[in-house]
């Protein structure tokens, strides 16, 4: 089993900043690359932020320079740094993870069960 805890969702106001955290734990052999993605209501779900087991980050062009994603690896841990929030980010924040589990010869993504982010004065 793998399980994904989201933390530190929140409702801010426009301008403000939220940090998410997530934490991979379970039978996880490997962790390639961990991120967040996020879905407004009547949208689709959508990448915010990525990054690798390397460090490589990707970023959504509408959260470029005011999110930032890091990660504690060997903890698999990552966190979302958001600043400068508007009322456009206003989601259901979700963590995945692309992993391969002990004992598995196939890699798989996991999810969180998501994280309310509330952006409104």
């Known amino acids: 089993q793998v399980q994904l805890e989201e933390s530190g969702g929140g409702l801010v106001q426009p301008g403000g900043s939220l940090r998410l955290s997530c934490t991979a734990s379970g039978s996880i052999f490997r962790l390639f690359l961990m991120g967040w993605y996020r879905q407004a209501p009547g949208k689709q779900r959508e990448l915010v932020a990525t990054i690798t087991d390397d460090n490589n980050t990707n970023y959504a062009d509408s959260v470029k320079g005011r999110f930032t994603i890091s990660t504690h690896i060997i903890k698999n841990t990552i966190h979302l740094q958001m600043n400068s929030l508007t009322p456009e980010d206003a989601a259901v924040y979700y963590c995945?993870?692309?992993?391969?589990?002990?004992?598995?010869?196939?890699?798989?993504?996991?999810w969180g069960q998501g994280t309310q982010v509330s952006v409104s004065s």
């Open positions: 995945s993870a692309d992993l391969q589990r002990r004992f598995a010869e196939n890699t798989g993504r996991y």
